[in-house]
């Protein structure tokens, strides 16, 4: 069992930056491959960035490289993401996520997580 707690969300102006952070917890987190998701109001849940065990590789879709960087430090048990140049559109609840030791790493889906985090909340203003 792996337990993933977000922090670092808020409420920011078009144009900022914000850093969210996920401490991971439980039998072997540090092996597991993370990543993030977001959710808006009214859509469905979508990949954000993906990162191997030991952090030598990182995933995005096209549409977030250059604005989103995932980084994790196995040593403190956490998982950032830090996001520059926000947009009204990056408005979401943020969720972390522990993919299973099968899953695609680069495109995950839904079926990709094995765990879930709570979520934390990034609002972005015009």
């Known amino acids: 069992q792996v337990q993933l707690v977000e922090s670092g969300g808020g409420l920011v102006q078009a144009g900022g930056s914000l850093r969210l952070s996920c401490v991971h917890f439980?039998?072997?987190?540090?092996?597991?491959?993370m990543a993030w998701f977001r959710q808006a109001p009214g859509k469905e849940r979508e990949f954000v960035a993906s990162?191997?065990?030991?952090?030598?590789?990182?995933y995005y879709p096209d549409s977030l490289k250059g604005r989103f960087t995932i980084s994790r430090d196995n040593t403190k048990s956490t998982i950032d993401l830090q996001m520059h140049i926000l947009e009204p559109e990056d408005t979401a609840l943020y969720y972390c996520?522990?993919?299973?030791?099968?899953?695609?790493?680069?495109?995950?889906?839904?079926?990709?997580?094995?765990?879930w985090g709570q979520g934390t909340q990034v609002t972005v203003s015009s």
């Open positions: 996520a522990a993919l299973w030791r099968t899953a695609t790493i680069i495109q995950p889906d839904l079926d990709d997580v094995a765990y």
């Open positions: 990162i191997t065990w030991s952090g030598d590789n990182t």
């Open positions: 439980g039998r072997d987190s540090s092996t597991y491959a």
